[in-house]
């Protein structure tokens, strides 16, 4: 997980875009998703995902999120298909409109879930939600929220494997093989990580305080967010895909 | 100027105080370090100069600490950071952003630095804590010991007239240590900049700092010139504080040899003073 969300540095058209416009392609590409029935404009959608992945120089991090993904959708086909008994039956207990619905989910998840894990690939977390201050005039607590959780992932893993180690070296046998009861001993851990964590965000807050917190204005960023030449073939394409999902039956 | 006046300190549920009855006055533009064996209430002196204590930190406060005049108990924190910058000992929980350069960014966003300043303030930060490499990189993929320089070099960034700094050389090798030791003599002497650090190793207190103060159970056991500080080896022992050895053989030979030998604080005058005695 540490690694899905983790942002790649580059320099292309994508990463060069405004966090919001990035934001609104986004969105357009999970509206058209949800607007459109069409299998085809769901493949359209898809393809138009893995471009965008291709694109951000970030292809083969597309392509894992896709594999990773398919796995989970598999699952969920085979699932739809037994479970929609509707439509004219073709084999045993399978349908012609189990299987074109089963599809329709399957894509539109994976249309939904990829540009939002390329959206980080491509973009700071920080640019996000100085961008979502600065243009969307989103209040910076809301914008501080959502950076400080993300900051503190990778710090919560190394506080977890510090207290799984710490544990190991005191005979504690967490390479057991059982997943019962692996997860009956990680359960113990949850105590000390909870109350290590809310020590820490009130120290945390103390430390965004004595650096000006309360002072954060709209217009505070140092880093300005303009508007290009790509943000407007992206507010484009983005319309052009909430549009073709309407018209296109 | 830091004025503590009868500062007495005692944290929500603890059975005894964490600093007792202190009056200390810092000069602007002196350079103080704080030593003294562990629970000596160091930490906390500090947090009281920079207002942590008692604005962030629960507790039963008693006196005054004044801060250019303004009374910390009074001032808003935020206002009062704006004087004094604090650099903690927790380094982890100081840090609140992913990315190197936009740590330092925080603190000058947010105390509206001219734009056309914020560049060279932040180049100037990175280069002196000697971290201008690592100024795209993510936290996360950072050292304890580069974190820390992270952490110093925020608040360089920032130039506080006051800067309070709890053990920042604490994930520091030797080398780096001296480093942000220089770094801090030339912010006090170029800059005027009022320098206070607790500090265990002593060796670089004695060299940088121009007075020493000793804590020991929450009150002040010494304050002075380092060397005045030092001249008394068996009573700062008997607190459990480590003195350098140059200052002990400095001790021993005027004690063994009955003739004045004055304090050292490094090799150097050691072997000079040795030179002297043996004539």
């Known amino acids: 997980m540490n690694g ?10 994508l990463h060069r875009m405004n966090p919001v416009t990035k934001i609104l392609l986004t969105l357009s590409v999970c509206i058209a998703a949800f607007l459109t029935d069409n299998l085809f404009v769901l493949l359209f959608l898809l393809v138009f995902d893995l471009m965008i992945g291709v694109a951000a120089g970030a292809a083969r991090k597309a ?7 398919f796995k989970v959708s598999l699952f969920l086909f085979v699932l739809q298909v037994l479970f929609i008994r509707r439509g004219n039956r073709l084999f045993w207990i399978v349908t012609d409109e189990g299987l074109l619905t ?21 973009t700071q977390v920080s640019d996000i939600a100085n961008a979502m201050v600065q243009v969307l005039h989103v209040p910076y607590a809301y914008a501080f929220t959502l950076t400080t959780a993300i900051r503190f992932i990778p710090q919560f893993m190394e506080e977890m494997g ?43 807050a103390t430390a965004a305080e004595v650096r000006g917190f309360n002072l954060r204005t709209r217009e505070s960023g140092y880093k300005r967010y303009g508007f290009g030449l790509v943000d407007l073939a992206a507010v484009l394409i983005s319309a052009a895909l909430i549009v073709g999902a309407v018209l296109i039956p | ?40 209430g160091k930490s906390t002196l500090a947090h009281a100069i920079g207002g942590i204590v008692p604005h962030a930190v629960h507790g039963d406060f008693y006196g005054a600490v004044r801060v250019n005049g303004l009374d910390t108990a ?3 924190l935020t206002d009062l950071s704006r004087i004094v910058g604090t650099v903690f000992q927790d380094v982890e929980s100081q840090i609140i952003s992913s990315v190197v350069e936009d740590e330092l960014l925080y603190g000058l966003e947010n105390f509206g630095v001219p734009r056309e300043e914020i560049e060279e303030r932040m180049t100037f930060a990175l280069e002196e804590v000697g971290i201008a490499a690592l100024r795209n990189r993510t936290i996360a993929s950072l050292s304890g010991g580069q974190r820390q320089k992270v952490a110093i070099a925020s608040l360089v960034a920032l130039r506080p007239k006051i800067l309070v700094l709890d053990e920042p050389t604490g994930e520091l090798d030797p080398s780096s240590s001296r480093q942000i030791f220089s770094l801090l003599r030339t912010l006090n002497r170029e800059y005027g900049m009022t320098v206070v650090v607790v500090e265990q190793k002593i060796m670089l207190l004695c060299e940088f700092a121009e007075r020493l103060a000793v804590l020991n159970e929450g009150r002040i056991e010494r304050l002075g010139e380092v060397r005045e500080v030092l001249g008394d080896i068996a009573g700062l022992e008997a607190i459990g504080v480590n003195c350098p050895r140059s200052a002990r053989f400095s001790s021993l030979l005027g004690e063994k040899t009955g003739q004045p030998v004055p304090v050292c604080v490094n090799a150097d005058e050691a072997v000079e003073a040795a030179r002297r005695v043996i004539g």
């Open chain 1, 4 to 13: 899905l969300f983790q942002y790649v540095p580059g320099n292309s058209p």
């Open chain 1, 63 to 69: 392509f894992s999120i896709f594999k990773g993904l």
């Open chain 1, 102 to 122: 089963a599809a329709a989910v399957v894509l539109r998840l994976l249309v939904v879930c990829l540009p939002l894990a390329l959206i980080l690939t491509v």
């Open chain 1, 162 to 204: 510090g207290i799984m180690e710490s544990q190991t070296a005191r005979g504690v046998e967490f390479d057991s093989k059982n997943v019962f009861k692996k997860l009956g001993m990680l359960f113990p851990l949850c105590a000390p990580l909870l109350i290590s964590s809310v020590r820490r965000t009130g120290a945390t």
């Open chain 2, 1 to 40: 100027m830091i004025e503590l006046q009868s500062l007495t300190f005692r944290y929500a549920g603890a059975d005894r105080d964490a600093l007792h009855d202190i009056t200390l006055t810092i000069p602007d533009g002196a350079f103080l370090g704080i030593i003294g064996p562990a629970g000596a």
């Open chain 2, 74 to 76: 009074d001032t808003r």
